[in-house]
Structure formats: structure tokens, C-alpha cells
């Protein structure tokens, strides 16, 4: 009788061996047709995992274990830990009440007097409660760029600086209205010298490196509005808040501040910050967040410091060891393998709900992968990430027959067009949803 019991146990288990033999040979065919063997991408680096979170198993692997440049995939690392450490809301403001009004200290919270939102609760709650605002920052350990960045990306949208204190995202915004040019925030109004006629649409506005002389210039092409950062600073971010707040605003040094217990304010829902940073691939919410979190673990900003935190603490089981560069994605000094990815995904599946993870990140169509996966809506969430020369997908799929998989796709050192690798990623992931 136990003789009958082993066997019938060995049968299966040789069963279930060659069933995800064939699985994996399979799937090892529709890589090669799709990815692996075009031609296009012959000499770029590859690595794939995929994986089946309700059996614990990977269903295939090619290089999974090998490390990558994984570009904006990297806030996939920093919205777990958001969602894990900032709770539901941000804290925008930290203030102790004073018998004028208020000492206040900021957050690093990027949602203060940003377009995005239409409502400013921080900025509400100044002008309702601050006859006096004395404020003090949170002490800054870091730099206003990340490890790795490109200097002279200085003047692009996607890479404002980082301060303690942000204000309208730390950029200018331009729009062109007819014949005038709209500044906001309005202070920088006298800091734009014209040598352009605004009666054409043909113009560009730049910014030497280190100046916040704005310049509009003839060239460019057709000008509607731009968005450009500004070099920022303690003394300039409380400028900007008393030009918009309508406050006269005093610094005080946070060490002669006693130790004492600090009252908040909450400025926005912590989803409402980390969908758009996933999204449209926000560089600044990103790395805003990630010192958020660090003032929340450690008492003090710094990138480095919170990373290595994390990595010892939420990360420390990940397979392979990453090199964690920033909150972003922006720099090439970042290393993670595809197998990071999938268990970080596994994790955030695990500990939060469906609701919120499919809000957070976008799904086929929309957001960054609009234009792609438009027949996986509601099947597909993913984050993607490009730099020069690397692409790369990490995220979620129910497939065709209801199977859910979590996976991730790293491409890297390819010369060919983003766009003809993205396309054969998602022949790759098409051929899994309809067969796995």
C-alpha cells in the first residue's frame, strides 16, 4: 500500500516537472520569436522573469538573476516604500502654535501650490492661521541632484531640483496667450528678458545654467507652453510663498528649537501623488517621495541614507543585492535584476490591496502605455522606463484564462528605436496572455 502511495506520489511530481518543462520551453520559444532573436536587438543585453504569484513559482527566466539599468522602473521601488511608510495622506506642514501664529516646518511634500491639485490645504490652512510664520526646514543631507544625473539636463522639465521646501514643483511655467507670455509663478515675471517677437509662434525660452534669467529666443518651433526648472533655495522658496501666500515670512534655525511635539497638517492623498509619479513617469514626485520617507524613518533628508535603510529593512530579502542610485529612475547608476522586480511587485500584491495597486499604476492605454496593450485594459498594469538605450516593463497580467503573473522585462544597451523594442515586449507579453 505505500509502495502504491510513493509511486502515485513520484508520478505526479514527474508530471508536474515535465508540464512546467514544456511551459518553460514554450515560453522560451515566444521570446525568441519575439524579443530574443529579432535582429534589431542582437547585441542588446536581455533579461525576463515571469512569474506566478499564487504558486510561488516562475513560470520562465531568461538571465532573470542578472543586473540592469532598469530607468524609471526604479519608482516602482520607491511607491512601495511610499505605500508602505507615508500612510494614507502626506504630511505637508508640521507647525507648533505661537501666540502670534505659527513656527512652522516644511515636509519636502512636491504637492505644495502645484497645478496638479486644485485644492492647497497647507496654503489654506497659512493664510487662515499665520498672522506671524516663522518657519524652519528639515535638516537636508543631500544634494539638489541625484547620484548619476545628467548635468546638462539641467533645463528640462523632467529633472527639477530637489529642496526641502518645493513650491509649484520647482519649475516655471510659460504659456503663450496671444502676443503676451504668461509667467507662473509670477515672481519670475522680471527674471524673462525678450529678444523674440511674441507675435510669432516660432520661439524658445532658455536658462543658463546657473541663473534664473529666463530668455526667449527666436527658433524653436510652434510655442504653446513649457514648463522649465529654476535654481531654488531656502531664501527663494520662502520668497515664492510670501509673493503667493501674502505672508511675511521669518527663518529660524530648527536646532534652537526644542524637542517638542510638532502638530499636522495634511496636504493630499498619498495615492493622488504616486498614480500621476506612475503615470506619466514623474521624476520629481518620485524623488520628493523618497526624502518624504526619509524625514518619516530618519528625522533628516537623504537620499543615500533612506536607501540603504530600506534596502536593509523592506529589501533585505530581495534576490540579488540591488545598487539603489535615486527615487527616479534618472540615474544610470541603478542596478536591479528582473527577479528584483517581480519580488518587490509580489510584496507590494501581497500587502496592499488590488484597489489601490490598480489605481496606482496604469494600465494598458493609458498613462505611459498609451499606444501600447490597448487590448489588455484591465488585464495589464505595468511601469514602464526609458533612458537612452534602455527600456524596460515591470508590472502585472491576468491572462487569458485567469491566471495572474507578475513579470519583468529589462532591455538594455540596444541601438535601435525604443519604440520597435517596446513593440516586441509587448508581442512577447500578448503571446503569454493568450497562452499561459
Not at 487662515?128 to 518657519?135: G, N, P, R, T, V
Not at 529633472?159 to 504659456?175: D, H, I, K, L, Q
Not at 536658462?207 to 524653436?220: D, L, T, W
Not at 489601490?356 to 484591465?378: D, H, Q, V
Request: with cysteine; charged share 20%.
Amino acid at each position: 500500500m505505500l509502495f502504491k502511495h510513493l509511486y502515485r506520489i513520484s508520478l505526479l511530481s514527474a508530471m508536474a516537472l515535465l508540464f512546467a518543462c514544456n511551459v518553460a520551453k514554450k515560453l522560451q520559444q515566444t521570446a525568441e520569436t519575439s524579443i530574443l532573436h529579432k535582429p534589431e536587438l542582437a547585441n542588446a543585453h536581455i533579461g525576463i522573469s515571469l512569474y506566478n504569484p499564487a504558486k510561488g513559482t516562475y513560470l520562465y527566466n531568461y538571465q532573470g538573476n542578472k543586473y540592469f539599468v532598469p530607468a524609471s522602473n526604479t519608482k516602482i521601488v520607491t511607491c512601495y516604500a511610499a505605500m508602505k511608510h507615508l500612510g494614507d495622506s502626506i504630511v505637508g506642514l508640521q507647525y507648533i502654535p505661537t501666540e502670534t501664529g505659527l513656527t512652522a516646518k516644511f515636509t519636502g511634500d512636491p504637492t505644495l501650490l502645484h497645478a496638479d491639485f486644485k485644492k492647497h490645504p497647507v496654503a489654506d490652512f497659512i493664510k487662515q492661521h499665520a498672522d506671524e510664520l516663522i518657519i524652519t526646514l528639515p535638516e537636508w543631507k543631500t544634494e539638489k541632484y541625484g547620484s548619476g544625473w545628467a548635468w546638462n539636463d539641467y533645463d528640462a522639465a523632467y529633472m527639477p531640483e530637489r529642496s526641502a521646501a518645493p513650491v509649484y514643483g520647482n519649475v516655471v511655467r510659460f504659456t503663450k496667450r496671444g502676443n503676451n507670455l504668461i509667467t507662473t509663478p509670477k515672481l519670475f515675471k522680471d527674471s524673462v528678458s525678450i529678444f523674440a517677437d511674441l507675435r510669432s509662434d516660432n520661439i524658445r525660452i532658455n536658462r543658463p545654467q546657473a541663473s534664473n534669467i529666463f530668455q526667449v529666443e527666436k527658433g524653436g518651433g510652434r510655442f504653446t507652453s513649457t514648463e522649465m526648472p529654476f535654481v531654488t533655495n531656502d531664501a527663494l522658496s520662502v520668497a515664492l510663498l510670501e509673493d503667493s501666500l501674502g505672508k511675511t515670512i521669518q527663518f529660524l534655525d530648527s536646532e534652537s528649537i526644542a524637542d517638542t511635539v510638532w502638530k499636522k497638517v495634511y496636504s493630499q492623498h498619498t495615492d493622488s501623488l504616486l498614480k500621476p509619479m506612475m503615470h506619466r513617469s514623474d521624476n520629481f514626485y518620485a524623488e520628493q517621495t523618497l526624502l518624504m520617507i526619509s524625514q518619516q524613518m530618519l528625522g533628516y533628508m537623504s537620499d543615500n541614507k533612506v536607501m540603504d535603510t530600506l534596502l536593509k529593512t523592506d529589501f533585505a530579502s530581495l534576490p540579488q543585492a540591488p545598487r539603489w542610485a535615486d527615487g527616479s529612475g534618472l540615474s544610470r547608476y541603478n542596478l536591479f535584476t528582473p527577479q528584483d522586480f517581480v519580488q518587490i511587485l509580489a510584496k507590494m500584491k501581497q500587502e496592499f490591496s488590488w484597489k489601490r495597486i490598480s489605481t496606482i499604476f496604469p494600465t494598458g492605454g493609458s498613462g505611459t502605455l498609451s499606444g501600447y496593450y490597448k487590448e489588455l485594459n484591465g488585464k495589464l498594469f505595468a511601469k514602464t522606463g526609458t533612458l537612452s538605450g534602455q527600456v524596460a516593463l515591470s508590472g502585472f497580467l491576468e491572462t487569458a484564462k485567469g491566471t495572474p503573473l507578475i513579470f519583468s522585462v529589462l532591455v538594455n544597451n540596444h541601438q535601435t528605436s525604443a519604440t520597435t523594442v517596446r513593440r516586441a515586449v509587448e508581442q512577447f507579453l500578448l503571446q503569454v496572455y493568450q497562452t499561459q
